[in-house]
């Protein structure tokens, strides 16, 4: 091998050196390449997922929050205005679910039981408006303690699982992605120097022979 080398023309042995450079700095390139494109996934998958699912789940808690604070005022004002602002806050409930419904798919078994607990809650306060409006006050009040309170008390559940899911999953990506750079960068630099010795080596076979 080191016969054939010498024997060679300066000017092979020159394309020989930058072939080998290029090679190693090609290896460099592709596995560059490679880990930013998978740091791209886990932050894109970051920002288009678990950050508006988050985001989402809290809107949706307080939207809930004030239906169920409303629903307990009516009984106590009779105020018809407030079954407007109930109605209002459960469209913002709703519009939660269809972006959630999007991010993770509309089969989701958790969004599927709280579409339908929701539509429960809803249907229950209207039976409640009408024993109000009825003068049945106390069937009003019966409605309220044993029917809408568990129910919503499982929606917040729901929600508040699907919010720590969210969470758990954005943390683990953050730590992945971490993880990933950190060993990007030392296999990068591994790379680099291993270039740079190859291109030194070759330029002494150069100065030697």
Not at 54 to 70: F, G, H, N, W
Not at 132 to 146: H, P
Request: proline share 2%.
């Amino acid at each position: 091998m080191s016969f054939t080398f010498t024997r060679l023309t300066i000017g092979k042995k020159i394309v020989l050196g930058y072939v080998a450079s290029g090679l190693v700095t090609i290896i460099v390139g592709v596995y560059a390449i490679t880990s930013l494109g998978g740091l791209s996934k886990l932050n894109s998958s970051i920002v288009t997922k678990d950050f508006p699912a988050i985001e989402t789940v809290k809107r949706m808690e307080d939207s809930l929050l004030a239906q169920d604070l409303y629903e307990k005022r009516y009984l106590i004002i009779k105020d018809p205005g407030i079954q407007k602002i109930f109605t209002e806050r459960g469209e913002e409930f709703k519009r939660g679910v269809i972006r959630l419904q999007s991010l993770y798919g509309k089969e989701s078994a958790p969004l599927l039981e709280i579409i339908r607990l929701h539509t429960e809650y809803e249907a229950l306060f209207k039976e409640e408006v009408q024993f109000i409006e009825s003068k049945r006050e106390w069937s009003a009040s019966k409605i309220s303690e044993q029917k809408l309170k568990p129910r919503v008390d499982e929606l917040f559940r729901l929600l508040q699982y699907r919010g720590d899911e969210a969470r758990v999953a954005q943390e683990t990506k953050l730590q992945l992605a971490n993880s990933l750079g950190e060993k990007a960068f030392s296999i990068t630099l591994f790379l680099t120097l291993l270039s740079l010795i190859v291109g030194i080596m070759f330029a002494t076979f150069l100065t030697l022979n």
